[in-house]
Protein backbone atom coordinates (compact mmCIF):
# COMPACT_ATOMS: atom_id res chain seq x y z
CA UNK A 1 0.00 0.00 0.00
CA UNK A 2 2.74 2.42 0.74
CA UNK A 3 4.65 1.64 -2.29
CA UNK A 4 1.10 2.40 -4.22
CA UNK A 5 1.05 5.99 -2.18
CA UNK A 6 4.83 6.88 -3.53
CA UNK A 7 4.15 5.60 -6.95
CA UNK A 8 0.84 7.85 -7.45
CA UNK A 9 2.31 10.62 -5.01
CA UNK A 10 4.46 12.21 -8.38
CA UNK A 11 0.95 12.51 -10.14
CA UNK A 12 -0.85 13.68 -7.73
CA UNK A 13 1.25 16.56 -6.79
CA UNK A 14 1.15 17.80 -10.16
CA UNK A 15 -2.40 17.66 -10.39
CA UNK A 16 -2.96 19.72 -7.18
CA UNK A 17 0.14 21.79 -8.59
CA UNK A 18 -1.89 22.57 -11.71
CA UNK A 19 -5.44 22.91 -10.33
CA UNK A 20 -3.75 25.46 -8.02
CA UNK A 21 -2.38 27.02 -10.75
CA UNK A 22 -5.65 27.31 -12.57
CA UNK A 23 -7.71 28.67 -9.54
CA UNK A 24 -4.81 31.48 -8.81
CA UNK A 25 -5.19 32.00 -12.81
CA UNK A 26 -8.79 32.50 -12.16
CA UNK A 27 -8.47 35.26 -9.10
CA UNK A 28 -6.05 36.66 -11.18
CA UNK A 29 -8.55 37.10 -13.64
CA UNK A 30 -11.49 38.35 -11.35
CA UNK A 31 -9.94 41.35 -9.97
CA UNK A 32 -8.40 44.47 -11.07
CA UNK A 33 -4.61 45.92 -10.93
CA UNK A 34 -3.62 48.26 -8.92
CA UNK A 35 -2.28 50.67 -11.51
CA UNK A 36 -6.05 49.35 -13.73
CA UNK A 37 -7.85 50.41 -10.67
CA UNK A 38 -6.09 54.10 -9.68
CA UNK A 39 -6.26 55.09 -13.40
CA UNK A 40 -9.88 54.42 -13.59
CA UNK A 41 -10.24 56.19 -10.35
CA UNK A 42 -8.71 59.27 -11.95
CA UNK A 43 -11.01 59.00 -14.60
CA UNK A 44 -14.07 59.22 -13.00
CA UNK A 45 -13.09 61.64 -10.64
CA UNK A 46 -12.35 63.39 -13.67
CA UNK A 47 -15.91 62.68 -14.60
CA UNK A 48 -17.14 63.96 -11.54
CA UNK A 49 -15.46 67.04 -11.89
CA UNK A 50 -16.91 67.68 -15.03
CA UNK A 51 -20.31 66.97 -13.64
CA UNK A 52 -20.14 69.13 -10.30
CA UNK A 53 -19.07 72.19 -12.89
CA UNK A 54 -22.04 71.62 -15.03
CA UNK A 55 -23.92 71.60 -12.07
CA UNK A 56 -22.55 74.54 -10.66
CA UNK A 57 -23.34 76.32 -14.06
CA UNK A 58 -26.80 75.14 -14.53
CA UNK A 59 -27.12 76.37 -10.93
CA UNK A 60 -25.45 79.81 -11.17
CA UNK A 61 -27.92 79.98 -14.28
CA UNK A 62 -31.37 79.46 -12.30
CA UNK A 63 -30.25 81.95 -10.09
CA UNK A 64 -30.59 84.32 -12.66
CA UNK A 65 -33.70 83.42 -14.18
CA UNK A 66 -36.91 85.38 -12.99
CA UNK A 67 -38.93 84.51 -9.45
CA UNK A 68 -42.72 83.71 -9.54
CA UNK A 69 -44.06 87.33 -8.73
CA UNK A 70 -41.68 88.74 -11.09
CA UNK A 71 -43.61 86.67 -14.09
CA UNK A 72 -46.49 87.72 -12.47
CA UNK A 73 -46.07 91.07 -12.71
CA UNK A 74 -44.77 90.95 -16.22
CA UNK A 75 -47.81 89.13 -17.01
CA UNK A 76 -50.29 91.88 -15.80
CA UNK A 77 -47.64 94.43 -17.31
CA UNK A 78 -48.41 92.52 -20.87
CA UNK A 79 -52.19 92.42 -20.13
CA UNK A 80 -52.30 96.34 -19.37
CA UNK A 81 -50.17 96.89 -22.51
CA UNK A 82 -52.12 94.62 -24.54
CA UNK A 83 -55.63 96.49 -23.74
CA UNK A 84 -53.95 100.07 -24.31
CA UNK A 85 -52.89 98.80 -28.04
CA UNK A 86 -56.11 97.96 -28.75
CA UNK A 87 -57.47 100.97 -27.83
CA UNK A 88 -54.80 103.05 -29.89
CA UNK A 89 -55.74 99.90 -33.00
CA UNK A 90 -59.46 101.42 -32.43
CA UNK A 91 -58.33 105.24 -32.56
CA UNK A 92 -56.09 104.74 -35.58
CA UNK A 93 -58.92 102.75 -37.17
CA UNK A 94 -61.18 106.16 -36.62
CA UNK A 95 -58.26 108.44 -37.84
CA UNK A 96 -57.98 106.30 -41.34
CA UNK A 97 -61.40 106.83 -42.22
CA UNK A 98 -61.20 110.42 -41.39
CA UNK A 99 -58.06 110.36 -43.74
CA UNK A 100 -59.86 108.38 -46.22
CA UNK A 101 -62.92 110.73 -46.27
CA UNK A 102 -60.44 114.01 -46.45
CA UNK A 103 -59.03 112.17 -49.47
CA UNK A 104 -62.26 111.49 -51.01
CA UNK A 105 -63.27 115.03 -50.89
CA UNK A 106 -60.50 116.74 -51.96
CA UNK A 107 -60.40 114.19 -55.25
CA UNK A 108 -64.02 115.46 -55.31
CA UNK A 109 -63.26 119.49 -54.77
CA UNK A 110 -59.79 119.31 -57.33
CA UNK A 111 -61.48 117.12 -60.17
Known sequence: MEDDLFRWLPVVSIV????MGWVLWSLKQQ???RRECDD????TAKKVDKADDR???IDSDV????ERHELTDLSSQIVSLTEKL????GRL???NRAVDL?????LRVGA
Not at 40 to 43: H, L
Not at 63 to 66: F, H, I, T, Y
Open 16 to 19: VQAV
Open 31 to 33: FVS
Open 40 to 43: CRKE
Open 55 to 57: IND
Open 63 to 66: GKLP
Open 86 to 89: GKLD
Open 93 to 95: AGI
Open 102 to 106: LNQHH
